[in-house]
C-alpha cells in the first residue's frame, strides 16, 4: 500500500504544460466532490491494484493511495513543482522491479484520474465561469504507510518515552474500518 500527496491542479492538455499547480485554494466545496468521484476507481492495464478513497486534505490537496503489492516509496512524482513547466511522468530511482512497477502504475493512475476530471461537472460548471479547472491531479511523495497500533493494543505501563519524538515529517492516515 503506497500513499501519495497530490494537488488538483490545471493542465494544458495541447501542451501538457501546468498552468496552475493550485487549481485554487479556495476549493474546500469542490475538492471533497471531486476526490469522491475518484473513490475506488480501477486502472485498465492493473486491475490487481486499487485506489483507495482519494481523501481531500485543504485548499487544492488530496491523499491517494494505493493498494496492492509489488509496490515502492522509490520513485519520482509528476508535479515539475512550479507553474508553467511540463506534467511529469513518474520513474523509477532504483532498478528494482518494485520501482518499476509503481512508477508505471503511477503514470496510468495520472492518465485515468485525468480522464475523470476533465469530464466531471465542477470543473465543466468552473470552466463556464471562466475559473480554473482541476483537470490533473499532481501525485507526489509515494511513501510507505506506517500502521499504528491503537492505544489499547498497548500494555499497561509500556515505556513510551521516544515513541512519539521522531514522528515530524510521518504523515499518518486513519481509515474507516
Known sequence: MKDLLSNFATLDESTGIVTSRRTDR??????????????????????EYE???PRYATE?????????????????????????????????LDDTEKANNTSAVVNELSKEISKILVSHPV??????EGKNIANVDLLRGCGIRIEVLATSALKKGAPLKGLFSHAKGIRSHWEEQ
Not at 474546500?28 to 473513490?39: F, R, S, T, V
Not at 496492492?68 to 519520482?76: Q, T
Open 51 to 53: 485506489n483507495g478513497r
Open 123 to 128: 470543473n465543466v460548471k468552473r470552466d463556464a
Open 26 to 47: 479556495h476549493f474546500e466545496e469542490e475538492g471533497p466532490i471531486l476526490c469522491a468521484a475518484l473513490d475506488r476507481m480501477k486502472l485498465p492495464s492493473f486491475p
Open 60 to 92: 487544492h490537496r488530496c491523499g491517494v493511495v494505493v493498494k496492492g503489492s509489488k509496490l515502492s516509496g522509490n520513485i519520482s512524482g509528476i508535479d515539475p513543482l512550479k507553474d508553467n513547466r511540463l506534467l511529469l511522468k513518474a520513474e523509477a
